[in-house]
């Protein structure tokens, strides 16, 4: 994901697809919703690459579906707090504030 981008940043904002596989939805809208099976897999190979390029007290922003397969955060290495919630009446949306 990060394989272009050179240096560090002090906020990195990530609007992922975040959503698990459901085979009823076309093909072609897939890339733009679909985050794996479990929805959170490319949230996952995100968090992997993003603390090497947040500056010294970074932040970074993300946002997460109920319906996706719950992020342990910690275990990426990131303090992570809730900046909002919205629910829906068949998700929850939530934006996530990550600090190193």
Do not use: C
Request: charged content about 25%; glycine content about 8%; aromatic content about 12%.
């Amino acid at each position: 994901m990060f394989s272009d981008i050179k240096g560090e940043f002090d906020i990195i904002v990530f609007n992922p697809p975040y959503l698990p596989l459901d085979e009823r939805e076309p093909k072609d809208s897939r890339t733009a919703t679909t985050a794996g099976v479990l929805g959170n897999e490319i949230i996952i190979k995100f968090l992997k690459q993003a603390g090497n390029h947040l500056a010294n007290g970074g932040k970074i922003f993300l946002i997460t579906s109920s319906l996706s397969k719950d992020i342990d955060f910690i275990a990426f290495g990131y303090n992570a707090e809730v900046i909002n919630e919205k629910k829906l009446f068949f998700e929850k949306l939530t934006v996530w504030e990550l600090k190193i």
